[in-house]
């Protein structure tokens, strides 16, 4: 046990019989987050492109993801420490200080590869705003101890590994890069263990540390890229960090951005064997229908910024969400006809479309439209609700409302997307496995069946799958 | 209630006045707008990072649009089809077109004017295109703003010679053009523009004109300042201008959005105003404030451990929530921070129209003015010459530095003030160390190169300076 103080943390959960699906209760000092759930990623304490009067209107956001370079970055932490503030305290104001939510801190960037070679058993490197931050776990503890998250993730090393195809030299030489990776990771879990159980810690932190800080609920993180093998490497030796110290509340399942789709189910596989009491935390994949693979593979959070990027390409979400209708559709099996996923904004087609964007999608696959379910989000509800014919107009004239509006909608619909999944969960229907799974496919057929080109407005963004 | 003027679709009613300046209420199709006002900037159907809701809740009662650039995309059928611009932004309230007028001076390598009207080369696809002031209204009328303008024959305010006049008889001739082709006066109010440079007799000579012509004319604006003219010739302009309008319909000084300014000008008697200033200038980590200078330029690094908030008296979430200059500090040169202070800016110029009105109200508006005036400059040095005449015309000080300032005022520069005093040579006279300018500049008149990117101190220095880029910075 450690004896130092630690915030407020308890996950009460349930497991649907027959299944690995989980639905529970994240509580923190400062908010109650029902599973599954989404956590709203920020950059530097704001949501990309969603004000906090907006962000407000989003009730859904209790977790909120928040880089730890940008508490680095010009030494902001040292900054808050000075103004005797903790990260919610200095970075919001009030209206969003007093709504309930918590902060998620994590090293790993949730829109882009930033963690950055190369890494030692002591100390890992990401890139943050103004340069390489060398990340140790004295450095670490210092900030999160400054600046008092609700979670924070441990630092890793995630290198961006492509799975070979037919050829065994590259294989062996990504697999050993991989192990390398997984090693690296737990031994940064080890030295911060280690370190918090250290009575001399305050001197460690030269200063860092005051007797009223306490310490965040820790999340070790589980590499292993596509090689399930080191999936069940890292499985281990988190259940080992876990008896090692009861500060570690849970786990966050990283790089399946380097997993085929198709392969995801398989790689999580040694997940089942981690502690259940963990939070289990998965990073970057972001798509909603591998987010309900996840789910049926027992994951609770997700942190991905995939609807704000979608967005700022130039798309709106309209995906079906899991309603009365379309889970009785999908007893009967995933429906033939075409489902919409997105509306691309910029095509030529809703220069006349005065409708919002889901009575768009209503017409254009009229019949999937008794499916699709009307938008209550700030940025369509009437009277200043957004047209699909105006984003249309605003992408076309490069005005940077185009992405405001659709970073609302398109944060509003995930939002809805994992509420409308916990009520399902909530209902324990003995079918609900084999409708998830069928929703999954469903959503992955609508979503391929739609281009998606993630450059759309100047931006490159990859692995999401 | 002293003065009243109503047209089909416009009724202004006076409520209270303190010497020139004035408070009313212009009704329009879109619902009543409390002047004076600050009417924002959404060039192309959009104000920059903030939405149509939260220009409702921001409490704004009329934005602008641009002719010019909704002329081309997405083209004014395509507007009137969505049910005009009111229909394409879902924006419930009045909204204002410019007649793309402005666009002679700011796109002024891209056009020639002639008396049929002004040929534009599109910035977007090179075509040539011409617009008459016929072409000009059927735009608006298309468009379907509560208040349209005249398309007038602008020329840079420092302009002098014969072009002055060309330019200012031909803004009546094409006015009455634009009369003759207006086919909404029952739900549009086309407002004519006063024009004649810095010649307060061509000025006058516009205003005879139109007064002719005042049964038609709902309001009037006064147009052609803001281009790099003195601000001692600005204020004087205005309130010239002013003085022979008509009392009962609104006075819009056009392109004005300095705080200081529009405290002026409605101190002279001028009701509404516009400018992409607050927006712009936000985009730049600046925001507006009752603070010495009268901005807070957040991306710099004096800021980064400032635990005050923007503007102690501002309302906006950003300010009463205590997010502190220190944070904004951080987010300043992010994606999320030109949104946040681009709301507080607007938050800023809504109060400030607020607590003019209130004053006028109150009686209360000369305590204010000085009040305002001392928090944006200090000290006696502080305060431009342009400032003092125009309180003293406005009958609010007649001695501003006699009368408000001590006399024996010591020359120290505390540790705010960021910029560096600078005796002109010969002049004996101190240049002030904070960001206000002497001369009006939004923007264009850099591209003309009158005054050279920078030249000005604290003036933003664009980006991109290509020609191809030009219209892309006009654009707001």
């Not at chain 1, 030692?120 to 004295?138: F, H, L, W, Y």
């Not at chain 1, 033939?336 to 005065?354: D, E, G, H, T």
């Not at chain 1, 324990?428 to 799974?437: G, Y």
């Not at chain 2, 024009?195 to 009037?220: M, T």
Request: a negative charge.
């Amino acid at each position: 046990m450690t004896s130092l103080a630690q915030m407020p943390f308890q996950f009460t959960y349930s497991t649907v019989p027959g299944s690995c699906i989980r639905s529970g209760l994240v509580k923190t000092a400062t908010s109650e987050v029902p599973t599954p759930a989404l956590i709203v990623p920020m950059t530097k304490g704001v949501i990309p492109h969603v004000t906090y009067d907006i962000q407000l209107k989003l009730p859904e956001s209790k977790m909120l993801g928040l880089l730890y370079t940008d508490l680095c970055d010009l030494d902001y932490d040292r900054i808050m420490r000075s103004q005797n503030k903790t990260a919610r305290e200095f970075l919001f104001p009030e209206i969003i200080a007093q709504q309930p939510n918590s902060l998620f801190l994590r090293i790993r960037d949730p829109s882009t590869t930033n963690i950055v070679g190369p890494a030692n058993g002591k100390q890992t490197a990401v890139q943050g705003g103004t340069g390489k931050v060398r990340i140790d776990s004295t450095s670490f503890l210092s900030t999160i101890f400054r600046t008092q998250p609700c979670i924070a993730s441990l630092p890793c090393d995630e290198p961006i590994v492509e799975e070979p195809v037919n050829d065994p030299e590259a294989e062996k030489k990504a697999l050993k890069r991989i192990r390398k990776s997984v090693m690296q990771t737990i031994g940064y879990g080890d030295q911060i263990i280690e370190m918090i159980k250290n009575p001399k810690l305050p001197e460690l932190l030269n200063g860092a540390l005051t007797p009223s800080d306490r310490l965040p609920a820790l999340f070790s993180v589980l590499e292993g890229g596509w090689s399930i093998d080191s999936r069940e490497h890292a499985v281990k030796h988190v259940n080992r960090l876990c008896d090692l110290s009861d500060a570690i509340k849970g786990t966050v399942v990283s790089g399946l951005d380097q997993v085929k789709p198709e392969n995801i189910s398989a790689v999580l596989a040694p997940t089942k064997v981690l502690k259940s009491d963990l939070v289990r935390v998965v990073s970057v994949l972001g798509t909603p229908d591998s987010i309900v693979t996840c789910i049926l593979n027992g994951m609770d959070l997700f942190d991905t910024s995939y609807p704000i990027q979608l967005a700022e390409c130039g798309y709106g979400l309209v995906f079906p969400l899991l309603t009365d209708a379309l889970y009785a559709a999908l007893q009967v099996g995933v429906p033939s006809y075409p489902i919409p996923f997105v509306i691309n904004f910029s095509l030529p087609q809703f220069q006349l479309q005065n409708t919002p964007f889901v009575t768009t999608a209503k017409q254009l696959f009229e019949e999937s439209a008794e499916l699709l379910q009307d938008c209550t989000c700030p940025a369509c509800t009437a009277p200043t609700g957004a047209s699909t014919a105006y984003i249309h107009h605003l992408i076309n004239t490069h005005e940077m409302n185009a992405v405001v509006l659709s970073s609302i909608h398109n944060l509003h619909h995930y939002q809805a997307f994992f509420t409308h999944l916990r009520a399902k969960i909530a209902e324990n229907k003995p079918d609900l496995p084999t409708i998830l799974l069928a929703y999954s496919q469903l959503l992955q057929k609508a979503r391929t069946s739609q281009e998606i080109v993630m450059n759309k407005l100047g931006k490159e963004y990859k692995n999401f799958e | 209630m002293e003065k009243e003027a109503a047209t089909p679709a416009l009724r202004f009613e006076t409520h209270e006045t303190w010497n020139y300046a004035r408070r009313s209420t212009l009704t329009l199709p879109h619902g009543p707008c409390r002047t004076p006002m600050f009417m924002p900037v959404g060039t192309q159907g959009a104000m920059k990072g903030i939405t149509s809701a939260q220009m409702v809740e921001l409490d704004v009662d009329l934005m602008l649009s641009n002719t010019y650039w909704m002329n081309f995309r997405p083209g004014p059928d395509v507007v009137k089809e969505l049910g005009g611009l009111h229909g394409l932004m879902s924006w419930p309230k009045n909204i204002l077109t410019d007649s793309g007028g402005f666009q002679m001076v700011s796109l002024l390598d891209l056009s020639t004017v002639t008396e049929e009207g002004v040929t534009f080369k599109s910035p977007v696809n090179g075509e040539m295109t011409l617009l008459t002031p016929e072409e000009s209204i059927s735009i608006q009328n298309r468009l379907g703003a509560d208040i349209i303008m005249a398309l007038d024959d602008v020329i840079p305010s420092v302009t002098t010679g014969p072009r002055v006049l060309e330019a200012q008889e031909r803004t009546i001739r094409w006015l009455d053009r634009c009369y003759a082709a207006h086919s909404r006066p029952h739900d549009q109010n086309l407002f004519a523009i006063v024009q004649g440079g810095l010649d307060l007799d061509l000025r006058r000579k516009c205003v005879d004109a139109f007064l002719q012509r005042d049964d038609h004319i709902p309001g009037y604006a006064i147009g052609g300042l803001s281009g790099g003219e003195e601000k001692d010739i600005f204020w004087r302009v205005v309130a010239n201008t002013c003085a022979m309008l008509p009392p009962g319909k609104p006075r819009y000084v056009m392109g004005v959005g300095y705080p200081v300014d529009i405290v002026v000008c409605v101190a002279v008697g001028a009701d509404m105003f516009d400018c992409v200033y607050p927006c712009r200038t936000a985009r730049f980590g600046t925001a507006l404030a009752d603070v010495p200078g009268g901005v807070v330029q957040l991306r710099s690094d004096k800021f980064t451990n400032d635990q005050t908030v923007i503007d102690k008296n501002c309302k906006c979430f950003i300010c009463k929530g205590g997010m502190t200059r220190s944070r904004l500090h951080q987010v300043a040169c992010q994606e999320g921070g030109g949104e946040l202070i681009t709301y507080h800016n607007i938050a800023y110029m809504m109060n400030l129209t607020a607590r003019l009105r209130a004053a006028i109200t109150n009686g209360t508006f000369p305590q204010f003015v000085i009040s305002f005036m001392k928090t944006i400059f200090p000290r006696r040095v502080d305060v431009p010459d342009w400032i003092c005449n125009a309180l003293a015309y406005a009958k609010i000080s007649s001695n501003l530095l006699e009368e408000h300032y001590p006399a024996n005022e010591q020359l120290v520069i505390d540790d705010s003030v960021f910029m560096t005093m600078v005796k002109e040579a010969g002049s004996g006279h101190i240049k002030s160390p904070y960001h206000v300018k002497d001369r009006n500049i939004h923007g264009f008149q850099k591209m003309r190169n009158v005054v050279k990117e920078g030249e000005e101190e604290g003036e933003e220095v664009p980006k991109e300076k290509t020609g191809g880029k030009k219209a892309k910075m006009e654009m707001e």
